[in-house]
């Protein structure tokens, strides 16, 4: 550098101000929607309270484990956070213990009663049906009584066809009836066998392998539904000295109390007067239905924690139990206060802050765990570190509904996941979910399915349609297929980059799926707009424009977890292969064959052959579907989709089927036109003397109006004047049709 020179600073630059919404979810903590910022940097813990492993998972479960699914996948693959999802599995509780000793004691009653006479086995039955009389008889909740009137029934019946049977005295009748009697009591003895013999039962492998049936049957479930596998999964089971330690502390910090039986209970007085604690922090209006409240607050205990005595022992109406005494009959651990087994809502407080810490950003379940679960879970964490702050965002999923109305056993439409599968693939299950916030009540029914269902078509049409342009105009490698942007394209880029801001914005609003799924619907639209205004025009769409939407819209459903990694562009043809590799090897063939088929076309009809004709479109309609292969003709050039087979013929299927019932309905009207024509050319004087109007009377007068019924009493007045106008009503009728016929000759 010359002497005397001086080095030159670097130019100023001035920070661009951010811009564009951030991320927002539903809080249950506020109740509003609240600026997300984890913890630690990217890093985002999120605790999923599991189910209770003691009966078929139900549509409820899939509103809750799929929605929190959908969530969990937006966090990480589309807004780039490192989340660590952890579940638990609730595998001790009052509904397991009592399943699982009525399920081992009816398993053993029906192995010894084999042999035992039908008089005997009918006995039984009636002392059960005594108990279960009572159980109903004390129920409140109309669900639960209507369900158990309807197992009354069905019981009731199935005795009066033994009865019928013992005095057939047929053995064949007697054992089928029986064997009925048996069936349809089963609820029936299952409770009555619990009570009788329910204390007896000691080996925790009894508990376990109900537990784990149904453990093993969600997560086949959740595989099923595309949901993805937890980081960390952890069970009540494993946790149990932890428990322990955990409600130690709590004593020690003076929030809990023993009872003489052996029992911890939170003391909820205690808690609330420490000014830094506030109990019920998500549903503070919980104490102002004092009734509902204790209601809520049993529940919450469970069927065998809420005893005369027990409750007698509690010093307040709303302390919850931390560690339950156990009796005979139920599983126990050994714990400072004597054999037990811990309380519902300490299992997730614990297992939470032992994989997650004592921070936690986003805790989540389904609305009904809101009050107690989820604030009793608050309150012992806090209570155990004696710090008010522990989640920062609670995330509740929406309620379901069953055509508008809860799902229950006694409504008969309680629908487990695997009954929805029957009728619905995963796909479609998932897209009926995006079609709803999360947050939100969802109604599954025949209706919101429909819409689930349009989607999938819709969308699925235009990835097939793209990828035959595709095919016919562009390759990666050859510059042919890049075309000039006119101002038509223009405008569908402007209008695609504006869609896409509204889908980044209702990703941000809390994650709001409907709008999103709404914008890719419009992406469709204006792809399909774009594409018949070409055609009309005979200009060639620009297929790399069309691949962009079609990309983006695969990409958001990927995120969602509607299409997998491995596609491209659109649905893959079916769960079992790879469908990318199947097009490619294909395709070439099918271009082929359509180009074959094509040429025959336009020699038939050039020479009128309407044979071959019909066999073209055979191979179209019939042969070629049975391969998963839709040909589509289009003006000048047929469209070529190869599609999953199963679902194609169902879908012509439906087709045939809408078309059949058009037929009918055409059918259907032609004979009712036929009927009226064949009424109008009956003269006004025959009107009343034909078919069965002829034998509702006696007697007529010169212009064939009745004047006396079939018993020979005179027509009163007000029927007289019904007759006269039925008869200038046919008057007319029967001149109009005269004029028409009479026209037509």
């Known amino acids: ?82 989340v660590q999802h952890v579940m638990n599995i609730t595998d001790i509780d009052d509904k397991i213990i009592q399943r699982g000793r009525q399920r081992h004691l009816l398993k053993e009653y029906l192995a010894t009663v084999q042999n035992a006479s039908a008089a005997d086995v009918a006995s039984d039955v009636i002392k059960a049906l005594e108990l279960f009389n009572v159980r109903f008889e004390k129920e409140t909740d109309n669900d639960k009584r209507g369900m158990l009137e309807g197992i009354i029934l069905k019981v009731n019946k199935s005795s009066k066809q033994l009865e ?92 809990a109390y023993a009872t003489k039986d052996g029992s911890v209970y939170f003391d909820t007085t205690a808690f609330t007067s420490n000014p830094k604690h506030f109990y019920a922090k998500l549903v503070p209006e919980a104490f102002a239905d004092k009734d509902n409240l204790l209601k809520n607050m049993r529940e919450g205990e469970g069927e065998l924690s809420i005893s005369a005595d027990q409750l007698q022992m509690k010093k307040g109406e709303t302390d919850f139990a931390l560690w339950k005494a156990s009796k005979k009959g139920e599983p126990w651990w050994v714990s400072p206060w004597g054999k037990g087994r811990p309380g519902w809502h300490i299992e997730c407080s614990v297992m939470s802050n032992a994989i ?50 809860k799902m229950s056993k006694s409504l008969k439409n309680f629908i487990t996941i695997r009954q929805a599968l029957e009728d619905y693939s995963p796909r479609q299950l998932r897209i ?39 095919r016919k105009s562009w390759k990666p490698d050859d510059s042919e297929g890049f075309q000039k942007f006119e101002e038509r394209e223009k405008k569908l880029s402007e209008e695609f980059s504006e869609l896409r801001a509204n889908v980044h914005e209702a990703l941000c609003d809390s994650i709001d799926t409907r709008t999103v799924m709404e914008r890719l619907r419009k992406i469709v639209e204006i792809g399909n707009a774009y594409i018949v205004e070409k055609q009309k025009l005979e200009q060639p769409p620009n297929a790399l424009l069309l691949r962009q939407l079609a990309l983006y819209i695969t990409k958001i459903l990927r995120v ?10 659109g649905y893959p043809l079916s769960t079992d292969e790879d469908s990318t590799s199947k097009e490619e090897t294909v395709m070439p063939y099918l271009n082929v064959l359509s180009e074959f088929r094509e040429e025959v076309r336009k020699i038939a009809k050039a020479n009128g052959v309407h044979d071959i004709l019909k066999l073209s479109d055979k191979l179209r309609d019939e ?71 002829a034998k509702k009377y006696l007697k007529w007068d010169e ?7 079939a018993d020979g009493e005179e027509v009163s007045k007000s029927l007289r004047k019904k007759l006269e106008k039925a008869w200038e009503t046919q008057r007319k009728d029967h001149e109009d049709h005269s004029s028409k016929t009479n026209g037509k000759a």
């Open 432 to 470: 009926l979910f995006l079609l709803h916030v999360w947050s939100d009540l969802l109604d599954y029914s025949k209706e919101t399915m429909n819409l689930a269902l349009h989607f999938e078509t819709v969308t699925n049409e235009f990835f097939l349609l793209v990828k035959d342009l595709l």
């Open 1 to 82: 550098m010359a002497e005397g020179a001086q080095r030159r600073a670097q130019a100023p630059w001035t920070a661009p101000t951010p811009t564009g919404p951030q991320l927002m979810l539903l809080n249950s903590m506020t109740r509003t929607k609240t600026v997300f910022v984890p913890n630690e940097g990217r890093k985002v813990t999120m605790y999923i309270c599991g189910p209770t492993v003691y009966d078929h998972s139900h549509m409820g479960h899939a509103r809750t484990y799929l929605g929190l699914d959908i969530i969990r996948r937006v966090l990480s693959d589309y807004f780039g956070y490192d």
């Open 703 to 709: 212009k064939g109006i009745p004047t006396h019924t």
């Open 164 to 255: 019928e049977a013992l005095k057939s005295k047929n053995e064949n009748a007697i054992a089928d009836a029986q064997k009925q009697l048996l069936a349809d009591s089963s609820d029936v003895l299952m409770g009555w066998l619990d009570k009788e013999k329910g204390e007896t039962i000691e080996d925790h492998a009894v508990f376990d392998s109900l537990s784990r049936e149904f453990e093993t049957e969600y997560f086949k479930d959740m595989t099923r539904l595309n949901v993805l596998p937890t980081d960390v999964l952890t069970r009540v089971s494993e946790y149990v000295p932890e428990i322990i330690s955990y409600i130690e502390r709590i004593i020690k910090n003076g929030y």
């Open 356 to 405: 997650c810490g004592n921070k936690l950003d986003i805790h989540a379940g389904g609305f009904d765990l809101r009050f107690p679960h989820h604030d009793n879970e608050i309150a012992q964490v806090e209570a155990h570190y004696d710090d008010p702050h522990w989640v920062n965002y609670f995330i509740h999923c929406g309620a379901l509904r069953i055509q508008g109305l």
């Open 560 to 569: 969602f977890g509607v299409i997998p990694t491995s596609s491209e562009i």
């Open 623 to 693: 042969i070629l579907p049975n391969l998963g292969v839709r040909l589509e003709d289009r003006g000048k050039e047929t469209v070529i989709k190869l599609v999953d087979r199963e679902a194609l013929l169902k879908e012509l299927e439906r087709e045939k089927e809408v078309e059949r019932k058009k037929q009918d309905e055409k059918r259907e009207k032609e004979l009712k036109k036929a009927a009226k024509d064949a009424l109008k050319a009956i003269p006004p004087e025959e009107f009343f003397k034909q078919g069965e109007e």
